[in-house]
């Protein structure tokens, strides 16, 4: 019974483009449907981006009757991507066309190594009203499908690792050595650049640089460099101090529109007539000057602690073998008299006769310590 219901669709099937108006019989007289998709979409996957993209496609009736057309997705093995389709049934009369999206949505960051391949089918489901998608699979079955792959779009980002960022302070024609690497924080493989972003300005008030201005390595995905070196030495003669900053730059090789790491250091140089310091200490950094103050300033306060304390807690203790003071009397003469001059000069260094106070007040000082 099955069977001879299938053998009489097919046959009115076939039959009905007889029964067709001449006045249609322009397009095709059996059912039909074209697909047609624009090129492979790619992802934008930066951290900053939405993780988008969308592939226009154009489905068409170039038949002679009105048709009711489906799109369905055969094929997705996205993981980290979802696929969805704006539309997937219309209803076309004969010739008519009509415009659908397919859109990829997912995470950031994705590795651009990844692809994810895709097929969708537009089937015709009913031919001048005739339920022509019931049929079993067969060579009456007008179906066509599109195959493509979705890309992920590849993007740099770089990031410059280097530990001492504090000012440097050089001599006249010294050289200073930066060591430092670079993370590859993109989604492939990036030959990473460091240079020294303002060499132009230092090469003009007379700084060289002995190994070059910049280094290059290929620095896998997710990966960081070895230890590269830069050095820059300082002019031989200088006017006057000098201050000028020095501007070491991280840049992805392969992509141009990558933004850059930078960090900016301070080169201080001293001229011939102020460069003299107190052993060495105009070549200190900062940092370690404050050290050593530091450490000056809480030796003094240690030493004046103790002193006072001290001086506190010692009980100041009599002496017991010292002799006591006699107050010399004062002699007044009865009657004035002639002095001769020798005499004058001898009462004048008498004071110089008279035996030493038995103990000096300094003595009283440090026998309480």
Known sequence: MRKSLILGLVLSLFLA??????ASAQGSPLPAVELSCGSDPVMDVHPTSDAEATLACTVTNPTSASEEISITKVEWDGVLVEMTLSEDSFTLAAGEEDTFEIL?????????????????EAKVESWNNLPYGQLPEG?????????????IESYGMVELLLSDVTTRYMELSSEVEFNFQVMNKGNSDDKIEVIFANAGDLEAAGFTFPGGTFVSENVAYQGTSSVKFLSIRAPSEVSSDLRMPLLIRAQSGDDDTAEFSEINIQLDIKAASSSGGIDGLDSLSSDDTLMYLSIGGGSILVILFLVVFIRVITKRKPKSNAAPQVAQPIILPDEPSEVSSDTEFDDFFSDLDQEPPAADEFDDLFDDL
């Open 17 to 22: 483009p007889c029964m067709i108006p001449l």
């Open 139 to 151: 060579p009456w079955v007008a179906n066509t499908s599109h195959i493509g792959d979705l890309n």
């Open 104 to 120: 990829f949505s997912g995470q950031t960051k994705i590795p651009a190594s990844v692809q994810y391949s895709f097929e969708i």
